[in-house]
């Protein structure tokens, strides 16, 4: 059933923007019809503004059948308490889209948001970050934040570099004001999810869009050079011109977790590769392959091959998971960037050494014999 069904059966239409524990806070939709019937029966004041936020419950039917809520979701409310501002989900609308990590659900797009200086671009970690973004199938928009610390010459190098990648990025600076009314155009009407590393400016630009939101803000780690963590909490701000910005909470390294085979489609210059030429083999995965269309000169082939070796890794450890009787197992350097790599694991109890109890139990046993 779609929403504008329920609009015409006059019940409550919301989306929800916090997840806490087991309470929901819903942001009804701004028709306030059936609201106005309610209010009536519950003799409030007509003249009064209504709640547009309810906190709410799952009905224990949708707990049944394991209908799991999420930020993001279309729900509809019903038994509405207008004074205390509760209500209660009664059914969730299927999802256009979901994502595991943040946990959100009919997001249109991802805002990420880097910086250019305090802390420095990382291109190894931007592309990490950019990859991560491209796994999800979302468009993509690139924001680069405090401008203001770089000089124009600087900013229109890391442009025509990042447009190699295949990215026109919006340099911004929310200290000053530049370009946010840019990037604000690009959200507008849309449920949008802002990521990026930690000391950015991400809390700042939300701040700065949504005067409500007033999301605390911390400082640059001197000493590490990377931002201490404020987010503690994916939450929804409605936008002053339509649309809602998720704020999700800040990780420096995503995951590699996709599928070796496709990880070279999220690099748009590889499927620029991609489209002019083809590989002679259908599972290339692009690395020692001979007639391979896409091993060459560009610049992120190395983030690729680091990228693929971490892809491979993570579906060798689920496959170990799911088979206990493997032969490898994964073993973490102590050195260098915390690479971890796969080694043949013994066999279970064949090379391990007998403990000092069962030795005694052993040679007690024995002595029994001998009596």
């Known amino acids: 059933m779609t929403g504008k069904n329920f609009v015409a059966t006059g019940q409550l239409l919301g989306t929800v923007v916090a997840v806490q524990a087991n309470f929901y806070r819903v942001q009804l939709d701004e028709e306030d019809g059936e609201q106005r019937s309610r209010g009536a029966e519950e003799k409030l004041d007509l003249n009064a503004p209504l709640p547009r936020l309810l906190l709410c419950t799952r009905r224990t039917r949708l707990k049944k059948i394991g209908q799991q809520v999420m930020v993001g979701d279309r729900v509809v409310v019903e038994e509405p308490d207008w004074a205390g501002g509760r209500g209660a989900i009664a059914e969730v609308f299927p999802r256009q889209s979901e994502l595991d990590r943040p946990a959100i659900a009919n997001v249109n797009q991802i805002l990420l948001v880097f910086a250019v200086a305090d802390p420095p671009l990382e291109p190894y970690q931007l592309s990490r970050f950019l990859i991560k973004a491209e796994s999800t199938g979302l468009d993509v928009l690139l924001c680069l934040n405090k401008s203001d610390l770089i000089s124009p010459q600087s900013q229109q190098k890391i442009s025509d570099r990042l447009l190699g990648w295949g990215y026109q990025p919006i340099f911004i600076s929310v200290k000053d004001g530049i370009n946010t009314d840019q990037a604000a155009k690009y959200l507008s009407n849309k449920i949008t999810v802002i990521a990026g590393p930690s000391g950015v ?171």
């Not at 001197?222 to 909470?249: C, N, Q, V, W, Y």
């Open 201 to 371: 400016g991400k809390s700042s630009l939300i701040n700065s869009l949504i005067d409500s939101a007033k999301l605390r803000v911390g400082e640059v780690s001197g000493k590490l050079a990377r931002g201490r963590h404020t987010t503690r909490h994916i939450e929804l701000f409605k936008l002053p011109s339509g649309g809602m910005l998720a704020d999700t909470p800040g990780f420096n390294q995503p995951d590699m977790d996709c599928i070796p085979e496709e990880l070279i489609h999220y690099f748009p210059e590889a499927r620029e590769r991609l489209v002019v030429a083809s590989c002679r083999f259908s599972d290339c995965v692009h690395r020692d392959e001979p007639e391979c269309a896409v091993r060459g000169d560009w610049e992120r082939y190395e983030h690729y091959l680091e990228f693929l070796n971490a892809a491979i890794a993570h579906e060798i450890q689920l496959h170990q998971q799911a088979d206990p009787e493997s032969s490898l197992k994964l073993k973490s350097k102590s050195k260098g960037k915390g690479h971890s790599q796969y080694e043949p694991k013994l066999e279970s109890k064949k090379y391990r050494r007998i403990s000092r109890k069962t030795q005694l139990q052993d040679l007690q046993e024995l002595y029994r014999d001998e009596e």
